[in-house]
C-alpha cells in the first residue's frame, strides 16, 4: 500500500546551522568515516551544496509521480531523497520542478536516477546531486512511498537524518547525531587548523602526523 508521510522528527534549526558549517568529508572523518555515500552521486554544478533533514521517497524506475509529490508534501529547507532503484536512463527531474522546489523553498534534491536541464539548474542554482544526466523522459504510473527508510547511494538514509553535500560528494548524519557530529567537526577542523601552521612553522609532515615511531616499526629505510 502507498503512503503520504511527513518527516516525523525534524532536527532543530540550532542543530542543522552548526552542521551546515562543515564540508562532507570532515563530517565523514570526524563520525568515524561513516555516513559517505556513494561517488557516483555528483553535483550538477560544483558550486552546489546543500545542508537539510532527509525527505525521502520510494519510487519506481523511469517513473517521477512520487517525485512530484514528495515537491507537493515536503516543507522548506527539507532535502529530498529519491530512490528509484539507480536506473541512469531517465531524466526524472529538469528546470520546471526545480522552479517547484524554489517556490516553496525546498533545500535541495538527491536521486539515484538521471536528470536533464542541466544548464538551467546551473543557472537556477538549485542543489540537484544525481547518478547520471540523460534526456529520456519518464511516466507517472507506479505509486511508491514517502517517509520510509531508503537505502541511497549505499547508505540506509532514514526520513529526518540530515543530507550534506558539495563538490565533493555527500554524508549522511543521523538525526539523533546531529549536535554531537558538529562538535565533532569542529573538533576536527580545529585540529587541521593546527597543524596548517605547524607546517608554516617550519615542521614536517613525519613530525606533525607522528610518523616515525609507525615508519620505524614497519621497517623503512631512507638512503637519501
Known amino acids: 500500500m502507498a503512503h503520504i508521510k511527513d518527516i516525523p522528527e525534524r532536527p532543530s534549526n540550532e542543530d542543522l546551522a552548526a552542521l551546515s558549517k562543515f564540508s562532507p568529508a570532515t563530517i565523514h572523518e570526524a563520525q568515524g568515516r561513516r555516513g559517505a555515500l556513494s561517488s557516483r552521486l555528483k553535483p ?29 508534501y515536503a516543507k522548506p529547507g527539507d532535502i529530498i531523497v529519491v530512490s528509484a532503484g539507480e536506473y541512469e536512463e531517465a531524466g526524472s527531474f529538469g528546470d520546471v520542478l526545480a522552479n517547484a522546489c524554489l517556490a516553496k523553498g525546498i533545500g535541495g534534491l538527491v536521486t539515484d536516477t538521471g536528470v536533464r536541464d542541466t544548464l538551467q539548474l546551473r543557472e537556477l542554482g538549485f542543489p540537484v546531486f544525481s547518478l547520471s544526466t ?48 558538529a562538535k565533532l567537526s569542529q573538533a576536527r577542523e580545529d585540529a587541521e587548523a593546527g597543524f596548517i601552521q605547524a607546517y608554516k612553522n617550519g615542521a614536517t609532515v613525519i613530525e606533525v602526523s607522528k610518523l616515525e615511531p609507525v615508519l620505524k616499526a614497519k621497517g623503512l629505510v631512507v638512503d637519501i
Open 44 to 72: 550538477v554544478d560544483y558550486r552546489m551544496k546543500l545542508c537539510g533533514p532527509a525527505f525521502t521517497v520510494k519510487s519506481s524506475p523511469r517513473d517521477n509521480i512520487m517525485l512530484q509529490l514528495a515537491i507537493n
Open 134 to 181: 540523460c534526456i529520456k523522459g519518464t511516466v507517472k504510473e507506479t505509486i511508491g512511498t514517502t517517509n520510509d527508510s531508503i537505502i541511497v547511494g549505499g547508505e540506509i538514509i532514514n526520513p529526518g537524518d540530515v543530507i550534506v553535500g558539495d563538490a565533493d560528494g555527500l554524508v549522511v548524519v543521523r538525526r539523533n547525531e546531529v549536535a554531537e557530529v
